[in-house]
């Protein structure tokens, strides 16, 4: 994640973006069309990292399909996925994997939720698919290959005033840290915007900058899983994704995105009010 970097030369020629794109995508909807199926179903729920952090059983299938057929396909592939995939690999390709983003949104039937796969080479994110299969929209991207959603290539809102935005967020599931966020949002970010929305999946808010349905969006405290596909989709679709302080992801790190033309007047506003007391 992060801005792009040179890397050591792909010298496998499965293990390009071109090569890697496709099945990325493939497996996206097929775990998409999985979900979708049993969204109706009874399904058992446990709580995670705090009682609002919630996993189902369909995350876990979901993440268990993308593995299978990931492994299938390059079984010495590495993997990170948020129900606990963990595999070094042995190629420089590594998948990050989130088999279902917004999971709340997926236990309330609430049709916004998506299955997102990040590729990584050498550290660098290098292809990404973000599928939503409530309303079959499938956004990808790949490194120097432009982003798309249903094929159509999307860039982000040319909006340039942060008095006009429409900014999408999203809160943690530790009750002190969403006492902060919400802090930060009422006080001093929803004050100088158009308006917030909070959709419940931060890939999704993401991929939404890419195509300029939202202008902009922060969120502290996500993980890589959330956002590696979606970030790189935002820098391939023309707009700019990284953190607020500029290094590495963190779980203490403030995730922004926008297009270029908002991007600095966003940024200083919400540096401004990540500091003020
Ligand atoms: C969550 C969603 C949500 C964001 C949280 C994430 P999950 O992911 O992306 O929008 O605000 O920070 O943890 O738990 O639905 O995979
Ligand atoms: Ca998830």
Redesign the pocket.
């Known amino acids: 994640m992060g801005p792009p970097r040179v890397g050591p030369p792909m010298s496998d020629p499965t293990a390009t973006p071109a090569a890697l794109l496709p099945l990325a995508r493939a497996i996206a909807r097929e775990a998409g069309a999985l979900i979708l199926d049993a969204i109706e179903g009874e399904r058992a729920v446990e709580a995670k990292t705090s009682p609002t952090?919630l996993v189902s059983e369909m995350d876990r299938a979901s993440e268990a399909l993308i593995v299978r057929r990931i492994l299938e396909a390059r079984p010495r592939d590495g993997i990170l996925g948020?129900e606990g995939a963990v595999r070094p690999g042995s190629t420089g390709v590594r998948w990050v994997i989130?088999p279902?983003?917004?999971?709340?949104n997926y236990l309330h039937r609430i049709p916004h939720?998506a299955v997102s796969i990040g590729v990584e080479l050498n550290d660098i994110t290098v292809a990404g698919v973000v599928f939503n299969p409530a309303v079959d929209e499938l956004v990808a991207g790949s490194l120097g290959g432009g982003a798309t959603l249903n094929g159509v290539p999307i860039r982000p809102s040319e909006e340039a005033r942060t008095g006009s935005a429409l900014v999408g967020t999203?809160?943690?599931?530790d009750a002190g840290v969403r006492e902060q966020q919400a802090a930060v949002v009422v006080q001093h970010v929803l004050p100088r915007v158009a308006d917030i929305r909070r959709?419940?999946?931060?890939?999704l808010?993401l991929c939404w900058v890419a195509c300029g349905r939202l202008d902009a969006y922060f969120?502290r405290?996500?993980?890589p899983w959330?956002i590696c596909a979606a970030d790189l989709i935002v820098r391939e679709a023309g707009g700019r994704s990284e953190t607020l302080e500029g290094g590495p992801l963190t779980l203490s790190t403030t995730w922004i995105a926008a297009g270029a033309a908002l991007f600095p007047a966003f940024r200083a506003l919400i540096e401004h009010a990540t500091r003020a007391p």
């Not at 279902?100 to 709340?104: C, E, L, N, S």
């Not at 999203?170 to 599931?173: A, D, E, N, V």
């Open positions: 952090d948020e989130d279902i983003d917004g999971t709340t939720f999203g809160f943690g599931y959709s419940g999946s931060a890939a808010d969120e405290g996500i993980q959330d």
